[in-house]
């Protein structure tokens, strides 16, 4: 019973900011790993962020310095703040937590940023 609803996304204009929210049906202390990815039709998913072992976070070139993961442990909840949004950041955004033994992922947001 392990399910990750991710929810945020919207289409925005460069330079703006949105906060992608993943709500997940397991303690957040459940998940050994939970990470951002994100997509964009005919190319490869991608990791935007992620928590991982004790604590230690990672970024992807292209957003460090503009995005934030971090977790709410009392409402079970992951969040990422994208702030300077860029057009090349449009895709769908995906949640991903490691439960036990396998990745679990979220049905994904979409975010649109125009030019």
């Known amino acids: 019973q392990v399910q990750l609803v991710e929810s945020g996304g919207g289409l925005v204009q460069a330079g703006e900011s949105l906060r992608l929210s993943c709500a997940t049906s397991?303690?957040?202390?459940?998940?050994?790993?939970m990470a951002w990815y994100r997509q964009t039709p005919g190319h490869e998913r991608e990791l935007v962020a992620a928590?991982?072992?004790?604590?230690?976070?990672r970024y992807a070139d292209s957003v460090q310095g503009r995005f934030t993961i971090s977790r709410d442990m009392a409402r079970n909840m992951l969040h990422l703040q994208m702030n300077n949004l860029k057009p090349e950041d449009t895709a769908v955004y995906f949640c991903?937590?490691?439960?036990?033994?396998?990745?679990?992922w979220g049905q994904g947001t979409q975010v649109t940023v125009s030019s």
């Open positions: 397991k303690s957040i202390f459940s998940f050994s790993a």
């Open positions: 928590i991982v072992g004790g604590g230690t976070i």
């Open positions: 991903k937590g490691h439960y036990t033994t396998r990745d679990y």
